[in-house]
């Protein structure tokens, strides 16, 4: 009964390092996002994906790229990591229908130096 | 476009009692889907409530319930009989619905509200 699992849980980066934020769930949920959360503005959407090979931009995109190659997986690459990607990212999913929540992952805190 | 407002940065209770945290929102979507999250100090993000915006009637879900007013586009999270463990942040996030029924993938979060309950 795993749901959502993302890892690491903890990562500290240098800037101008790339590295690949993952997360696998395993409910057959179509939807998938990531959020990152930052103190006092909620969580912001990065990117979300509603099917596999389907991904689309949200709020804050920039600097982040994800792809979507099965139901499973949804990982979000950093190409160049910056002090302001300093965050807390989570990741979530989702069936297609009304009246479900996201379920979301424990979180990966991630710390730009 | 959506958007979530909570504007209750902070709010405290004394444990026992009842309290309102306030979410007010906006979309042009004729229908969508109203939640409610709580995220503990651990960090991990927890559903609580779901109100669809054609719902006749308000959700209620054990200690909590979903004051839902649609005219005035709000949907005010009431907890009742307050415990310590409710200290928490609490999230209101909205998300629409297609014509066909299927929900789209975005879900839209307020900023939050830090409850503390006193004991």
């Known amino acids: 009964n795993a749901g959502v699992t993302q890892t690491p849980k903890f990562q500290v980066l240098k800037t101008g390092q790339s590295m690949t934020l993952q997360c696998a769930q395993d409910?057959?949920?179509?939807?998938m996002s990531w959020y990152r959360q930052d103190p006092g503005m909620g969580l912001r959407l990065i990117h979300y994906?509603?099917?596999?090979?389907?991904?689309d931009q949200g709020e804050v995109p920039n600097g982040y790229n994800v792809s979507r190659s099965t139901t499973e997986d949804f990982p979000l690459r950093l190409l160049s990591a910056a002090p302001s990607q300093t965050s807390v990212y989570f990741c979530?999913?989702?069936?297609?229908?009304?009246?479900?929540?996201?379920?979301f992952g424990s979180g990966t805190r991630l710390t730009v130096v | 476009a959506q958007k979530i407002t909570q504007t209750q940065p902070g709010m405290f209770v004394q444990e026992k009692e009842a309290v309102t945290l306030d979410c007010t929102y906006d979309?042009?979507?004729?229908?969508?889907?109203l939640f409610w999250y709580k995220q503990p100090s651990s960090g991990e993000m927890i559903f609580l409530i779901y109100?669809?915006?054609?719902?006749?009637q308000n959700a209620t879900e054990g200690r909590y319930s979903l004051n839902f007013q649609k005219a005035r586009k709000s949907a005010n999270l009431v907890i009742s009989a307050s415990q310590l463990g409710d200290s928490a942040m609490y999230f209101c996030?909205?998300?629409?619905?297609?014509?066909?029924?299927?929900?789209?993938?975005?879900?839209?979060f307020g900023q939050g509200t830090i409850l503390t309950v006193h004991p």
């Open positions: 979530a999913s989702s069936p297609t229908g009304t009246g479900y929540g996201y379920t």
């Open positions: 409910m057959n949920h179509e939807y």
């Open positions: 994906s509603v099917g596999a090979g389907i991904t």
């Open positions: 979309t042009s979507d004729p229908s969508y889907g």
């Open positions: 109100q669809g915006s054609y719902d006749q």
């Open positions: 996030a909205m998300r629409g619905v297609s014509a066909g029924g299927t929900s789209y993938g975005k879900l839209t």
